[in-house]
């Protein structure tokens, strides 16, 4: 099927489900202010959900530096469609997320996943059983490094940095669970997870796969950001106090088949023994963030390695910085420094580093946005001038 046929068929299925759903006498529909989305909720209060959508116009174009070669793109480079709400209770609450873009899509082309189309990005269910501990069951994201877990809507760059496309846990499927407390002022909010090891949307999986086990602690000894600031790019919120924020994650991926363990390509094993290879991963994330009356400081580190290294994986380590200010006309001027480097001959990771300066004005919040930056990559195989311009809308 065709990505325009597919796409129509999906949209207006959804208009018309939203058409039926609020000329019902039994639903009531609002629609707060842009940015918000749709909010529909049953006359008897028993389920609610809210619709959205957002997609990202870029532009790109890159300079070898080397061949004196310029090449260019221009695309959409994600569409989203959003549904989350509650039901029955409002402690059990969901979330849904398609990808309808190209670049979302085409992670399904692989037999791993029936070569089919991958539109699924979230499904999960959170039920907030006690106080403030919350079960997450379905796919979603993991809880690793901060720069993936912030929506690729609120990002503070065109895009996120070298460090998360090398080394990301991404998005699997199993349990999670949540809670945060307070020691005095100081806010501590934990996480645990078991998933499947293999990322999202497989129907084969590796028949030697073990399972994937996740923890992260956070630390805020000055309190909570503003609307949960730690958790998106730049201080749009322009802290009136200092904020800080350190999450640690460790990571552990047994018999990963793949890669970089929910990410990459399947690793096949042409011995014959079995279908794939299998590489333990152990990964450790260390991330902060900083923001006070404008600015914003963050920063990244990340170590991959196996007790059991195989030829193709991603061992390596990463990290990164940034820093930006947001002046008063909502308009950002922000600088990241990235390096990666491999652990071993036999990582598929090669050593890159890259400077980008990066502007920003935000028209409205995250919601409305021209992004653009420029950056200077050196990596092993070239050395290039990268330039974006990026328009965000979402609804």
Not at 196 to 213: D, M, Q, V, W
Not at 254 to 272: E, P, Q, V, Y
Not at 304 to 325: L, M, Q, T
């Amino acid at each position: 099927m065709e990505f325009n046929s597919f796409f129509y068929k999906i949209s207006i299925a959804i208009l018309l489900s939203f058409f039926f759903l609020t000329t019902s006498s039994s639903q009531s529909l609002s629609i707060d202010s842009f940015g918000e989305g749709i909010y529909l909720k049953a006359q008897d209060s028993s389920f609610s959900t809210k619709f959205g959508l957002r997609f990202q116009t870029l532009y790109s174009g890159t300079q070898d530096l080397e061949k004196s070669e310029w090449r260019e793109s221009l695309l959409i480079r994600r569409y989203r469609l959003k549904f989350d709400g509650y039901v029955l209770d409002p402690r059990i609450v969901y979330k849904i997320e398609l990808g309808l873009s190209n670049r979302d899509t085409r992670a399904g082309a692989i037999p791993e996943s029936g070569e089919t189309a991958s539109i699924i990005l979230d499904a999960v269910i959170k039920w907030n059983f006690a106080g403030n501990w919350v079960l997450w069951a379905g796919q979603t994201k993991l809880p690793g490094n901060r720069e993936r877990v912030i929506s690729s809507q609120n990002m503070q760059f065109v895009d996120r940095s070298l460090v998360n496309a090398s080394y990301t846990l991404d998005r699997d499927i199993g349990l999670q669970l949540h809670h945060k407390f307070h020691i005095n002022r100081v806010l501590i909010k934990h996480a645990i997870a078991i998933s499947e090891g293999n990322g999202r949307n497989l129907i084969a999986t590796n028949p030697k796969s073990g399972r994937e086990y996740t923890g992260r602690i956070e630390f805020l000894p000055m309190g909570a950001f503003t609307n949960k600031g730690d958790y998106f790019g730049s201080d749009l919120m322009r802290e009136a106090t200092p904020k800080l924020s350190i999450g640690i994650t460790g990571d552990y991926n047994n018999n990963a088949a793949r890669s970089r363990g929910n990410l990459g390509s399947f690793m096949i094993d042409t011995t014959g023994e079995a279908d794939y290879l299998a590489s333990n991963l152990a990964t450790i994330m260390i991330d902060g963030v900083l923001k006070y009356k404008g600015l914003s400081i963050s920063s990244e580190y990340v170590h991959r390695d196996s007790p059991n290294r195989k030829d193709g994986y991603g061992y390596g380590s990463g990290i990164f910085g940034a820093v930006g200010y947001l002046f008063p006309s909502n308009f950002e001027i922000a600088g990241r420094y990235t390096k990666i480097d491999p652990v071993s001959v036999l990582s598929s990771i090669n050593p890159a580093t890259e400077y980008t300066l990066g502007f920003s004005w935000y028209i409205r919040n995250h919601d409305f946005k021209i992004q653009s930056d420029i950056s200077h990559l050196t990596s092993a195989s070239r050395e290039s001038i990268v330039f974006r311009v990026q328009c965000e809308l979402a609804i």
